[in-house]
């Protein structure tokens, strides 16, 4: 009881929570020898001879001591509203959003930025000094981002900008910041966040946490309204308040709110993207590492194999048909197909680009079907995929706006939403310049998107610090992802069967 209750306590990271005392595991450990010794002598059994009694009770006291390592622990010490320097111009006050707005709830994009002890400006200059000038700089950046610092509505097509303010946290971290960025677990990384990513009830569009860890390390955690932005314009939008901070903002991009004009809001009521992937299941998250040796065996198969289409396949495509054809693998007698959707950036893709500047989400979804009633092959993933990602090109984004693309897509999702389809999503961050984001104190030691939305078989993937590689963050119920994992960690000794 005294663990669970120790374990619950780190799961609200809004409350102050209680520095848990460091003797904990050893005291139980102690309790459990003592107990041990106890019982051996009652039953006048040795240790190398124990009754199944006893047996029994060591598994359960070693389950309890697996259970009580400890979740980083975080107490918040402050809680503001940081509002734009200046206010927003009265006919800046209503946001329309976009079509491409309107396809998501209201749930939140959360990610995470570490910067280790090792600059000297941890040395020269205290928290409390650094914090000011965050939330200076930060105010600073709201007068143009300003729609951050507003209220959305999951009933109406617009963003009330009416500078109400970024819900800004920060908090003492009592643990080294190697225990987050070196062996992560999504329970540690959570309560580093401001508030839950899947909370539908909010409406801030925009929350970030300091955290101050006790070696002088800091971690900021970043929940931003998906209504408002998708993973490039936030990018933006980091990189701005960064350079702010550092005195360079001549640098800064300037924002503009003009999605909305060429892609107008639409009726998409009954709609849901994300219908497919929920679960009431427990859902399960885990990262997997591709390093730059791992992704080239990867594409080597894809390229060697006969019949293989494609001869330069991406690291995105190689990384992507190998999840996929895992999830399917678990699962693959009760299915009879299987659709793999890959969020697209449009912005690249759109002649002539719309400028850089443009601020809010921007995407659509590629939809690659496979028949699981045939034995498909891994290369057959990868063509699968890349078909399907470049079909979207500036013909298609225009063909966007019409009716008929609209219910292409409504379709779709009600396809995908049988029981006879497996389903999974993929979005890449590969590429954005999240390791760009630099306040004064050097680029971030790691960068890391707190994936922690209930969506089964849904994917994030992000490019390692040295660009070589990928992070895939991946959603999977409970029971199927020991599947992955043993696949993964077999790989490439099981590439043959890949």
């Known amino acids: 009881s005294q663990l669970k209750n120790q374990q619950n306590s780190t799961t609200d990271n809004r409350g102050q929570q209680n520095k848990p005392s460091p003797h904990n595991t050893t005291d139980l450990q102690h309790q459990t020898n003592q107990k041990t010794k106890a019982m051996n002598r009652q039953t006048n059994t040795s240790p190398t001879n124990l009754s199944s009694k006893v047996r029994k009770y060591i598994g359960v006291a070693l389950q309890l001591l697996a259970a009580s390592k400890m979740v980083i622990s975080v107490e918040v010490t402050s809680r503001e509203m940081i509002k734009p320097k200046t206010p927003t111009p009265h006919h800046l006050r209503t946001l329309k959003l976009s079509f491409f707005d309107q396809l998501l709830n209201s749930f939140y994009v959360p990610f995470l930025f570490f910067y280790g002890n090792e600059n000297t400006y941890y040395t020269t200059v205290n928290n409390t000094t650094r914090s000011q000038l965050l939330k200076q700089s930060l105010s600073s950046t709201l007068v143009q981002f300003y729609p951050l610092a507003g209220r959305v509505d999951q009933d109406n097509p617009f963003v009330d900008c009416n500078d109400e303010g970024v819900e800004y946290f920060e908090a003492k971290v009592f643990a080294d910041i190697s225990k987050a960025v070196e062996d992560p677990s999504i329970d540690d990384l959570k309560v580093l966040l401001p508030f839950a990513p899947y909370n539908i009830s909010k409406n801030t569009g925009l929350g970030i946490q300091m955290n101050y860890f006790d070696c002088g390390g800091i971690a900021i955690g970043v929940c931003?309204?998906?209504?408002?932005?998708?993973?490039?314009?936030?990018?933006?939008?980091?990189n701005a308040w960064a350079a702010t901070t550092r005195g360079v903002s001549e640098t800064i991009l300037q924002p503009e709110f003009n999605y909305a004009s060429h892609f107008p809001p639409r009726?998409?009521?009954?709609?849901?993207?994300?219908?497919?992937?929920?679960?009431?299941d427990k859902i399960v998250t885990r990262r997997f590492i591709f390093n730059k040796e791992k992704l080239n065996m990867l594409k080597e198969k894809a390229i060697a194999a006969e019949g293989s289409q494609v001869k330069d396949p991406t690291k995105v495509e190689v990384v992507s048909a190998f999840i996929w054809k895992q999830i399917i693998e678990v699962d693959i007698s009760s299915k009879k197909f299987s659709a793999?959707?890959?969020?697209?950036?449009?912005?690249?893709r759109v002649v002539p680009p719309f400028p850089e500047g443009y601020f809010g989400n921007f995407f659509w979804v590629a939809a690659a079907p496979v028949n699981i009633g045939r034995c498909v092959k891994y290369h057959e993933f990868v063509a699968q995929l890349r078909y399907?990602?470049?079909?979207?090109?500036?013909e298609y984004v225009k063909a966007i706006r019409s009716e008929e693309c609209l219910n292409q897509l409504k379709d779709l999702f009600d396809k995908l939403n049988s029981d006879a389809v497996k389903s999974c999503v993929f979005s890449s961050w590969c590429r954005f310049p999240f390791y760009e984001v630099d306040f004064g104190w050097g680029k971030p030691t790691w960068f890391c998107p707190c994936f922690s939305w209930p969506l089964k078989n849904a994917v994030i993937l992000a490019s390692t610090?040295?660009?070589?590689?990928?992070?895939?963050?991946?959603?999977?119920?409970?029971?199927?992802?020991?599947?992955l994992e043993r696949d993964y960690e077999a790989f490439p000794?099981?590439?043959?069967?890949?």
């Open 224 to 238: 931003a309204s998906h209504r408002i932005a998708d993973g490039t314009a936030l990018c933006t939008f980091m």
């Open 267 to 280: 009726d998409l009521k009954g709609m849901d993207l994300l219908s497919p992937f929920k679960s009431v």
């Open 340 to 348: 793999a959707i890959h969020v697209v950036n449009l912005r690249p």
């Open 388 to 394: 399907a990602i470049r079909l979207i090109d500036n």
């Open 465 to 483: 610090k040295d660009g070589d590689g990928i992070e895939a963050w991946v959603n999977m119920l409970e029971e199927e992802i020991p599947a």
């Open 493 to 498: 000794l099981a590439s043959s069967s890949v």
